[in-house]
């Protein structure tokens, strides 16, 4: 083999290397951007009960896919409980309050309790999706991967997507009444 063939042949894993990185990069987005309606679903809690997105409508809502066996969700748990316990008694403008909506992508449900029970995870709205990617409500929002975040505004359309949750902190806090 010669250094033009050789070189031929780096090209072409390079380029195939890049688009398949840019398709990945396209088929991880959330199915959703700002501006959209939120969709509703129905599911079970934790706790037994059913829930239903909507029921929720008049308060800003935190949608929050993660799992139990991703670092990166587990690492923001403390942020997102900080959060949290920080809003929840906050009054906002044309808004009851703000509410967490955990959605587990999971396999084994007693790793998704343990993990909601000792990252204090204490807010009442726990839904465990034991399909991981393939359940009900990543499909529908079209979460691929985790964490995936979608803040949904009282009327229930999606204000923002994956945002740190300093920024939608910050977003909470300029809602607020004074």
């Known amino acids: 083999m010669n250094w033009s063939s050789i070189n031929k042949f780096l090209n072409i894993v390079l380029i195939v290397l890049v688009i398949g990185y840019i398709i990945n990069y396209f088929y991880r987005l959330?199915?959703?951007e700002s501006g959209e309606k939120a969709l509703d679903f129905t599911s079970t809690l934790l706790?037994?009960?059913t829930f239903t997105l909507s029921q929720l409508r008049g308060s800003y809502v935190l949608?929050?896919?993660?799992?139990?066996?991703?670092?990166?969700?587990?690492?923001e748990s403390p942020d997102l409980v900080s959060l949290y316990n920080e809003m929840k008694e906050k009054k906002f403008k044309g808004a009851g309050s703000l509410q967490?909506?955990?959605?587990?992508i999971e396999t084994k449900k007693e790793s998704w309790?343990?993990?909601?029970?000792?990252?204090?995870l204490i807010w009442p709205y726990h839904i465990g999706e034991?399909?991981?990617?393939?359940?009900?409500?990543?499909?529908?929002?079209?979460v691929r991967e985790i964490p995936t975040k979608y803040?949904?505004?009282?009327?229930?359309?999606?204000?923002?997507?994956?945002?740190?949750?300093?920024?939608?902190?910050?977003?909470?806090?300029?809602?607020t009444e004074k």
């Not at 949608?63 to 690492?75: A, I, Q, T, V």
């Not at 309790?113 to 204090?120: H, P, V």
């Not at 034991?130 to 079209?142: E, H, N, Q, T, V």
């Open 100 to 104: 967490i909506v955990s959605v587990g």
């Open 63 to 75: 949608l929050d896919f993660w799992g139990s066996w991703c670092g990166p969700c587990r690492r």
């Open 30 to 32: 959330p199915k959703y």
């Open 151 to 175: 803040l949904i505004n009282p009327e229930g359309v999606i204000l923002s997507v994956n945002e740190d949750i300093s920024e939608i902190r910050s977003y909470l806090l300029e809602q």
């Open 47 to 49: 706790s037994g009960d």
């Open 130 to 142: 034991m399909d991981r990617f393939s359940g009900k409500i990543a499909k529908l929002y079209g």
């Open 113 to 120: 309790e343990k993990a909601i029970q000792n990252d204090g």
